[in-house]
Nanobody
Framework: QLQLVESGGGLVQPGGSLRLSCAAS????????IGWFRQAPGKEREGVSC????????YYADSVKGRFTISRDNAKNTVYLQMNSLKPDDTALYYC????????????????????WGQGTQVTVSS
């Protein structure tokens, strides 16, 4: 079965850290750009961070710049999102998606035609 599986979410206090993982099953991520998206209750899905297929290009939403870091390990078929200095506003269901494209800043929108989406992992930032 071809799928993306996110993990690493949870409950964390403000200022804390989490590392999300996006693992591919049944296919290789080598040729895909990967995007991380999030959706909070009552809000639209938004792009958080995206990375090119080889990892040479990255994009971050203004709201997470300086706090989140996206990376990938193609040998492990996994993409990561390191989230530091978490805020209550970061609370959301986080999804990863795999697709083709050359300009990650253009791809980091939920309307991009991604080939695969994961089911999401919940991140809750609360004291």
């Amino acid at each position: 079965q071809l799928q993306l599986v996110e993990s690493g979410g949870g409950l964390v206090q403000p200022g804390g850290s989490l590392r999300l993982s996006c693992a591919a099953s049944g296919f290789t991520l080598d040729y895909y750009a990967i995007g991380w998206f999030r959706q909070a209750p009552g809000k639209e899905r938004e792009g958080v961070s995206c990375i090119s297929s080889r990892g040479g290009s990255t994009y971050y939403a203004d709201s997470v710049k300086g706090r989140f870091t996206i990376s990938r390990d193609n040998a492990k078929n996994t993409v990561y999102l390191q989230m530091n200095s978490l805020k209550p506003d970061d609370t959301a269901l986080y999804y990863c998606a795999a697709g083709f494209g050359t300009a990650v800043e253009n791809m980091c929108v939920p309307t991009w035609e991604y080939d695969y989406w994961g089911q999401g992992t919940q991140v809750t930032v609360s004291s």
